[in-house]
């Protein structure tokens, strides 16, 4: 199969979180397949030409955006030996030192910079001549090229026997924007309405493309159930029931080429789940690099994350007040985000000195030492779609400990000290004293070094590969590109409802 992943971040190119991580594992994953696939993406100004190794192999391409006509050029790298990665290079939208932010708040024109991705995209693929089976979209920044692929390009031969899929990485974050944005997308009007584009008056990127889709998938079963409620659909609940016989959960997988402390160019000592001697080594080096005391008594917790409401980490700070005075516990983290709540763990590392290390930033390197360096993982998600760090955990011997949500409760499996079966712990509300009482109760777990090794060997031996995880896409893959061709061949030309009620609208350039 020809498929195009289109996709916002991937790693090592630029990085936010884990869509990063997905984004270079799936495709490669997929392409060790037989499949010939390829990563579409902007080219931030982080992504280096020289390191890269950057040519231009496309372009100047024209990308209609509102009443005229943006120019792009198409770049390429082949630094992922298995995948090809396109980029789509415009200096005004992408040459900026942030992915979506200037690291205080969102770009004020980040609607227009993704339409101008999603129809980018549609536009670079036939530049290339790259006519995909499959376009797999993955959040909102890529939302509207479902929505294209039925609509201004469905007659277009170069596309009209592919199918697209679109994965919801995260339902917290939507691209909802003001409604004069839509006329940039050249989409029909008739499709701004409650069964389109439209959400309370504004213009919706993840509901268009969720709706458009021939396939959704969610990146846990968990969270996929989750979406259907309006506690986590975040208003969107009714779209995914609406969709739910083409909706599904495929839980994401782990690169263990690069997360695997028996390989990890990053950690000071390498180990295994059969000597796991190595792992006293790291866990030193990480309490020198934090800045806090070498006690081999301590129990060693942290996290690396982004710091935001999703992730629960203003209510880790308020529970880590009464833990740190009333256990032998250091606490590190890793993280950028809320100022505010970055504060709240300054303050814990003003008043317990030696014991907590705070980093404020990102950083590739040093989020690999603490994931071989630490004792207990924290995760205390408000919600988690699926969660990489805590699967990243268990394979360095780093117990997570999180709440049960989404794909956090797909892969933790809660501790039993009797049948020693379990590989994490888990708590179900998010609160301070919930929090509080589970993490005293997994310090005990852990002073009983016995047991503890039967955990963390439980955990190392967890083993979740995108070679395991890509074999579902590709079945899902093959059932909508069965399904669609079957329609497309039976369909009857003319007869469209899907470009709303103003029917056809040709563009010009891409007729
Ligand atoms: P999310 O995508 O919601 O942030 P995931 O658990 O799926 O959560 O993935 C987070 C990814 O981002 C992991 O690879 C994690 O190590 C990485 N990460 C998060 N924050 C940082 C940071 N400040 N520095 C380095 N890596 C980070
Ligand atoms: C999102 C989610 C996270 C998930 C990641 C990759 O950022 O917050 O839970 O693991 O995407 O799918």
Redesign the pocket.
Known sequence: MKIAFATSEAYPFA????????SSALPAALARRGHDVRIIMPRYYAVDRERYGLRVVGGPLGVPLGGGEKWAAILESRHIPEVPVYFIEHEFYFGRDGLYDDGYSAYADNAERFIFFCRGVMQALKDIGFAPDIIHCNDWQTGLIPVYHKTLYRDDPFFNRGSTVMTV??AGYQGVFPAENYRLTQLDPGLFTDNGLEFFNQMNFLKGGVLFADAVTTVSRKYADELSTPEFGYDLADVFQKVKGRFRGIT?GVDYSSWNPETDPFIPARYSRKTTDGKRACREALQQTMGIDVDPAAVLAGT???VTY??GMDVLADALRPLLADENLQFVL???GDERILDRFGELKRLFPGRVGL?R????R??HLI?AGLDIYL?PSRY???????M?SMRYGTIPVVRATGGLDDTVIEWDDKSLRGNGFKFAELTEKALYEKIRYVIRCYHDTQSWKVLQRNAMEFSYSWSDASVEYERMYEVILLASRTRGESRAPGNDHSRGSRGKKRVKSNA
């Open positions: 990085k936010t979180g884990g869509l990063a991580d997905v990485h995260n994401n690396i994350s982004r999703q992730k890793l993280g950028q980093f930033g990102y950083d590739e040093l989020s994931e995760m988690e779609p699926c969660g990489l760090n805590q990243y």
